[in-house]
């Protein structure tokens, strides 16, 4: 992962999931799966959030279009996530690439992308930055309730945050400096 330099808006999404269908492998030495026990209690936590909002799906992005985790609302962990990750493809499209400069400055940002009529049709999610490079989107079929999105992703977001945090950096053990920094940031206290 870079910074300094916006991303691309079409810039290709690296592969931290093994998906054998498609063809991916892991970068890491750690696989990013079902199999990883923090990779799957992030999976679960993304889950239950989507459920705790009414949601369909939650989701962990970074600045350089790196989706971390997917959790599918009654849905076992998989990473078999085509539907999602065209969602996750055009939130970083239209609300990450905007805002980079923001996040690599530290800037935090929530965004709320609603319909109330009906008849309106496009995305709906509710999201929020955190660690300076990552984005928790809750995503939502229909309509949904602001102020709960809201209440249960602060409520959710410790412990997200701290599953993403500890899973292994996208390149191997080294290549992440972005991650590093942000585990740097926290042991720090700040």
């Known amino acids: 992962m870079t910074t300094g330099a916006a991303p691309s808006a079409c810039a290709p999404r690296a592969s931290f999931l093994c998906d054998f269908a498609v063809g991916r492998s892991y970068p890491s030495s750690v696989a990013l799966g079902p199999s990883n026990p ?7 936590a993304l889950a239950a959030l989507a459920v705790a909002c009414d949601g369909t799906f939650a989701f962990v992005l970074d600045e350089g279009n790196g989706l971390w985790c997917v959790g599918i609302r009654d849905r076992a962990p998989t ?3 085509f539907k999602e990750d065209d969602a996750a493809d055009r939130f970083y499209r239209d609300e990450i690439v905007p ?3 923001m996040m690599q400055h530290g800037r935090k940002f929530e965004i709320v992308r609603r319909f109330t009529d009906v008849n309106e049709s496009g995305d709906r999610y509710f999201a929020v930055s955190f660690a300076s490079i990552y984005a928790l989107v809750v995503w939502f079929d229909t309509a949904f309730d602001v102020e709960r999105a809201r209440t249960e992703v602060r409520k959710a977001l410790p412990r997200i945050e701290s599953l993403v945090v500890d899973l292994p950096p996208s390149g191997g053990p080294s290549d992440d400096e972005a991650a590093a920094k942000v585990r740097a940031y926290r042991c720090a206290g700040l």
Do not use: E, P, V
């Open 38 to 44: 923090t990779w799957k209690a992030l999976y679960d």
């Open 79 to 81: 990473t078999m996530t």
């Open 99 to 101: 805002r980079t400069s």
